[in-house]
């Protein structure tokens, strides 16, 4: 296959994708070429060039690995424009993991990426200090909303005094959520009636900070269904963002951190809300395949993760009506579509409302340009997967989109803002536990 690709001389003293923590050389070599992904990928459909297909950029990993060439600005930039969003593993007929593949490469590009003192100094306190601080994260929320709910807002946007590169990506932030809604939940929830199962919750760091009311419907409709709810208070960030952005260093160091929190031995599943975590935990195995200290704990670890949806799914979910008549498009987060798996539950639980009304979403498992931090670095790749997702959405015409992950739910709701389209952007769940909050399940149960 022919790639049209720039080559420049390897350097036969380091190369940054080999050793035991590059990407796997035997699963690319389970890649024959086919091309069968390349219709699924949303970077190929953009951009019509086969080095940003998954095909395209697996080759440039090969040459890389086998010294063929050197990590230069054409592989940086094909790689760095891959959403990981994973919709090549769901269309490969080779059982080619790319998440994996992807993941190890920028781990192993950032050893050469050159980034300047200031920005590794950044990455340092976002992936390392910042999203597992839930103390910092919390007070970074709460500041969020001083400013988006006083003079501070009008007044450093029309003075300048915010930077430029800032002031650009200012529009997209998320509406901060009121201080309530970020107050740690309980240790344990009993059962509302008899005790069906054990789990433990996992919250996640952004989901807590400006989504702990989607955290609490998920805790109460467990609870509802017959689930003991533990919160371990240790658990941290699951290191998602960091995997994806090359920092596996910091990934580990928190996959560790919640192994000591949580010990899987003790419940029937480790359950949450929010899928870019949830397909993170569910990788803790891989990720600590080679550390003897955690590796059998987190494989056993990973077997117990399940989204919320899935596991009432499992239970089969208490019906109930939801007070006010919903048309509901669902929207895949990719994470849970394609690496998780996850795919007719959330509907199962939208089925178990009463008063909803599920309506077709066209590619509704298409990415729409969240993908962790990619609309932050990759602005207009995403602005166009998301004008893509935004035409769809309109076209079902539904006025509620359902959607299971925080960063898909900010991308959507910027969207609609930007369109001036009336829409709520909801988890599943918020609408099951609106139903259930209307049955009156939680009626003198004690529940947050
Ligand atoms: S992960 Fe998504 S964007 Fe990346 S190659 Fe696969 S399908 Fe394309
Ligand atoms: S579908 Fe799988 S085997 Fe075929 S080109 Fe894509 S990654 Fe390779």
Redesign the pocket.
Known sequence: MAVGVERTEASPAFNPLLGPLGPDREMIQ?????????TSCPTFALLGNEMD???GR?YLMRMVIDGEMAVNETVLKHLDRCLDCRA??T??????R?GSLIEAAREGLEKVRGRGPGARLLRRFLFRWLLPNRALLGLAAAGTRLYQRTFLRPLLLGLGLIPKELARLEPMLPEAPPLSSMLPLPGEVAPAGEERCRVAFFGGCLQSALFGDVNRAAVRALAANGARVVIPSSQTCCGALQAHAGDRETARLLARRNLEAIDPSQYDAIVLAVSGCGAMLHEYGELLAGDPAFAARAKVFSSKVADVTAFLAKLGPRRARHPEPQRVAYHHPCHLYHAMKVRQEPLKVLEAIGNVEAVPLKESDWCCGSAGSYNLTQTELSMRLLDRKMGHIRAAGAPVVCTGNPGCQIQIAYGARERGMELRVVHPVVLLDEAYRAAGFYDGAGLP
Request: glycine share 10%.
């Open positions: 389970r890649c024959i070429h086919c091309g069968l992904c390349t297909s998954p095909r697996i090549c593993e269309a490969c007929p080779s059982g080619v790319y």
